[in-house]
T-cell receptor, first 113, second 113 residues
Framework: KAGVTQTPRYLIKTRGQQVTLSCSPI?????VSWYQQTPGQGLQFLFE???????NKGNFPGRFSGRQFSNSRSEMNVSTLELGDSALYLC????????????FGPGTRLTVL | QQQVKQSPQSLIVQKGGISIINCAYE??????FPWYQQFPGKGPALLIA?????SEKKEGRFTISFNKSAKQFSLHIMDSQPGDSATYFC????????????FGTGTKLQVIP
């Protein structure tokens, strides 16, 4: 069974640009969550999508947005990039019911110059 | 707001020794407490999880101890091995929060031969 895949693995952007990250969940998983991981703030929840609907949201500005497609694949978009957006962005998939195990992808390393 | 506090930040243990990582939470709505293990270049992976209706859960060399009244929980790794060297995160979530998980700041464990 294939794991969670994220593309691209590495990305370099400049301030003010926007970026789109992609996540393909494990087959059969309907929930996709996104997390930002930085040395200073650790792992922080961005949002969760379930059956194409945003079900949960963390405390991030509106520059961070996402969507989920009918095949459960998800994209995350960050507009007007700031230096502080440099981080590892992790995607996790699960069946989506309570207390299900989340399976994480390897992440996309975003560097903003 | 830091809702899950984790200590120590780093830990060095001799092979065969016991590694202990502690966490404390503030939100009494939390009712699911997973621990994740992360190796460099990989996403976190679920190690073991506990619900507050039990005080201890053991899986192989890994044990979670849970103290509901003190709002604390800890991970014990018995007979620590060099292959256990990784970063460990405690986490918490609540019913209705689905996949919205609040993570601790992480403990970098190094097991030396």
């Amino acid at each position: 069974k294939a794991g969670v895949t994220q593309t691209p693995r590495y990305l370099i952007k400049t301030r003010g640009q926007q970026v789109t990250l992609s996540c393909s969940p494990i087959s059969g998983h309907r929930s996709v969550s996104w997390y930002q991981q930085t040395p200073g703030q650790g792992l922080q929840f961005l949002f969760e999508y379930f059956s194409e609907t945003q079900r949960n949201k963390g405390n991030f500005p509106g520059r961070f947005s996402g969507r989920q497609f009918s095949n459960s694949r998800s994209e995350m978009n960050v507009s007007t990039l700031e230096l502080g957006d440099s981080a590892l962005y992790l995607c996790a998939s699960s069946l989506g019911t309570e207390y299900n195990e989340q399976f994480f992808g390897p992440g996309t390393r975003l560097t903003v110059l | 707001q830091q809702q899950v506090k984790q200590s120590p930040q780093s830990l060095i243990v001799q092979k065969g020794g016991i590694s202990i990582i502690n966490c404390a939470y503030e939100n009494t709505a939390f009712d699911y407490f997973p621990w994740y293990q992360q190796f460099p270049g990989k996403g976190p992976a679920l190690l073991i999880a506990i619900r507050p209706d039990v005080s201890e859960k053991k899986e192989g060399r890994f044990t979670i101890s849970f103290n509901k009244s003190a709002k604390q929980f800890s991970l014990h790794i018995m007979d620590s091995q060099p292959g256990d060297s990784a970063t460990y995160f405690c986490a918490a979530s609540y019913s209705g929060g689905y996949q919205k998980v609040t993570f601790g700041t992480g403990t970098k464990l190094q097991v030396i031969p």
